[in-house]
């Protein structure tokens, strides 16, 4: 698997080739099996193919066109209501202060890496879009005020092959015992 890892992009480019239904079913069915902290599963998945909505997200996603190409788009969204389950008021934005903001972020980014992972694994390419607001990103697609989009996945059929980008050497990133 690390072999795979380390051959991953981040694609910006498809083929107008669609995604088959069960691919997208076997992409969520790994996210379903993420972990998460005391078993929450705080993630929510929505699925868009429409090339209206594509468009308004590439859009609220500071004007990034690419987007446009992939054939489906996965909004991956963190619920604070499997934390907190009193009837209360939230607005969720990046700079809201619950510490259950962070634990729920955590846990779907395990979640969306999943299916990151297995869109590589089937032959899908992907990419991990986040530079939007909530305010801007929430209202295309209806998601109450108490929830979180972590990303939107770009999907598809690759149609480019990025060369690798620079990484840190372990010696850099690694302590031990103590920083």
């Known amino acids: 698997m690390l072999k795979q890892i380390e051959m991953r992009r981040s694609i910006r480019k498809y083929t107008s080739k669609p995604v088959e239904d069960e691919k997208i079913i076997q992409l969520l069915e790994s996210a379903r099996l993420a972990p998460s902290g005391s078993n929450t599963q705080p ?10 909505t594509r468009k308004e997200l590439a859009e609220a996603s500071h004007n990034q066109s690419w987007m446009i190409g992939a054939p489906v788009f996965i909004a991956c969204v963190a619920d604070i209501r499997s934390r907190i389950k009193d009837d209360v008021e939230i607005s969720l934005n990046g700079n809201s202060a619950q510490e259950e ?5 955590r846990d779907t980014s ?3 890496q999943h299916i990151v992972l297995e869109a590589d694994n089937l032959g899908l390419g992907t990419c991990w879009v986040a530079w939007f607001t909530q305010e801007e990103i929430r209202p295309i697609l209806n998601i109450p005020s108490d929830k979180y989009v972590v990303c939107i996945l770009t999907l598809g059929y690759p149609d480019e092959s990025p060369k690798a980008r620079p990484r840190k050497s372990l010696m850099d990133i690694v302590h031990y015992e103590k920083w």
């Not at 993630?43 to 209206?52: D, G, L, N």
């Open 43 to 52: 993630w929510h998945f929505i699925i868009i193919k429409s090339e209206s």
């Open 101 to 105: 903001l962070k634990q729920i972020i």
């Open 110 to 112: 395990i979640a969306t």
